[in-house]
């Protein structure tokens, strides 16, 4: 029994010992008392944070900081681009070089309906030779009852001249009128004068005074000017004749002029309708130039047309320029526009006939 309490007191000694040591020495710290998933949440709390301290310190964008596409307002107004004249390439190899008038000078004065043949002496400046598959064309103007097409008579090769002739008729209201044409190659293809063989060459006659006809005996005819009466400066007004130039001085710095719609004839809603009508011209030498649209009818029916505002450039270049105008168009109308060059010259294009039935 003494041997059994000796062998535990023994036992509890050694015990409270080995406590003791353990105690006493501190423990080394080892690889497993490191938790990878705290390492983790501790450093998506401090990304969390430091984005929402970033968010924090970034000033959110305000009603008036806010960008929203601007939609442009647009005013209409007449887009000028200098390009060779209709059907002209301005590299073709087919040149015309203006040599002279050989009749009926510029400015030449006519009576109403009096006939009369214009020659031009031309130059085939280009490196292809002239057949009879060519021909002079009338171009723009005023036509004056001349053909539309010539054939040249005979081969012209380059370097040589030849004199080109017209029959015209000066038409039978006092005014300045000018005509336009060009000479078209086998192609089809419209060339001229001038750098780009682009220019027309034109005649320029003033119709004064009466027309004396013979055709079947001598008849006089006293012409007099139509009155035009209209509204306002910018409201198409009602004529019973075309505008006439009162100008006097001779110019050519502008000419060749032209204009077309594109829809001579609808029928439909009008709420309103935008009609667009191109033009064009010709600038010979730079110049200053101010051109209008403008309308008339012989009934009346194009009181319902606004017209866009007169048009002015500074410094225009040399060349065709093709443009645009926007004719608002509110209840039916009949009638037609044409387009007036101001200044420098007084010149008129032909008229375009337009028919409008609004429902």
Same mark, same amino acid.
Not at 15 to 23: G, P
Not at 60 to 71: D, F, G, I, R
Not at 123 to 138: H, M, R
Not at 239 to 255: E, I, L, R
């Given at each position: 029994m ?9 036992a ?6 080995m406590?003791?040591a353990?105690?006493?020495e501190?423990?080394?710290p +080892?690889a497993t008392?490191?938790?990878?998933a ?17 968010a924090?310190? +970034? ?16 005013? @209409?107004t007449? #887009? ?11 590299v ?17 004065q ?8 214009? +020659? ?15 021909a002079?064309v009338y ?6 009852g001349?053909?539309?097409?010539i ?19 000066? @038409?039978?209201e006092q005014?300045?009128?000018?005509s336009?044409w ?7 293809? !419209?060339?001229?004068?001038?750098? !780009?063989?682009?220019q ?8 004064v005074?009466?027309? #004396?006809? #013979?055709p079947?005996?001598q008849?006089?005819?006293s012409?007099?000017?139509?009155a035009?009466?209209?509204s306002?400066?910018?409201?198409a ?7 006439t ?8 710095? /502008?000419?060749n002029?032209?204009?077309? /719609?594109?829809?001579p ?16 011209f010709t /600038?010979?030498?730079? +110049?200053?130039i ?11 029916g ?6 866009p505002?007169p048009?002015?450039?500074s410094?225009?270049p040399?060349g065709?320029? @093709?443009?645009?105008?926007t004719?608002t ?12 060059v ?18």
């Amino acid at each position: 029994m003494a041997r059994k309490k000796y062998s535990l007191w023994a036992a509890l000694t050694i015990f409270a010992i080995m406590l003791s040591a353990c105690q006493s020495e501190p423990a080394e710290p +080892t690889a497993t008392q490191v938790d990878p998933a705290a390492i983790f949440t501790a450093a998506a709390k401090t990304a969390s944070f430091l984005q929402t301290e970033i968010a924090a310190s +970034t000033p959110s964008p305000t009603a008036s900081e806010t960008l929203a596409p601007v939609t442009p307002t647009i005013t @209409p107004t007449l #887009t000028l681009t200098p390009t060779v004249a209709s059907g002209a390439t301005g590299v073709s190899p087919d040149k015309a070089d203006f040599v002279s008038d050989v009749s009926v000078p510029d400015e030449t004065q006519f009576a109403p309906g009096q006939s009369f043949t214009k +020659t031009w002496r031309i130059k085939n400046s280009g490196t292809t030779t002239w057949t009879t598959d060519y021909a002079l064309v009338y171009a723009t103007g005023n036509q004056m009852g001349g053909a539309a097409s010539i054939p040249l008579t005979s081969s012209i090769v380059p370097g040589s001249s030849v004199d080109l002739s017209v029959d015209l008729i000066a @038409p039978m209201e006092q005014g300045r009128y000018v005509s336009y044409w060009m000479l078209r190659n086998t192609s089809g293809t !419209n060339f001229g004068v001038g750098p !780009n063989a682009d220019q027309a060459i034109f005649v320029v006659i003033n119709v004064v005074g009466s027309a #004396t006809l #013979t055709p079947t005996g001598q008849t006089t005819t006293s012409v007099t000017p139509t009155a035009t009466t209209g509204s306002s400066a910018n409201t198409a007004t009602a004529t019973n004749a075309a505008p006439t130039s009162t100008s006097t001085t001779a110019s050519a710095a /502008v000419g060749n002029l032209g204009i077309s /719609v594109s829809t001579p004839n609808y029928s439909g809603a009008c709420a309103p309708y935008l009609l667009e009508v191109p033009v064009s011209f010709t /600038v010979y030498e730079e +110049t200053d130039i101010s051109f209008e649209l403008i309308a008339g009818s012989d009934t009346g029916g194009m009181s319902n047309v606004l017209l866009p505002d007169p048009a002015s450039y500074s410094n225009m270049p040399v060349g065709t320029h @093709p443009g645009k105008f926007t004719v608002t168009i509110f209840d039916s109308s009949s009638g037609w526009l044409q387009f007036h060059v101001i200044s420098p010259v007084d010149l008129y294009s032909s008229k375009v006939n337009i028919l409008f039935t609004c429902e």
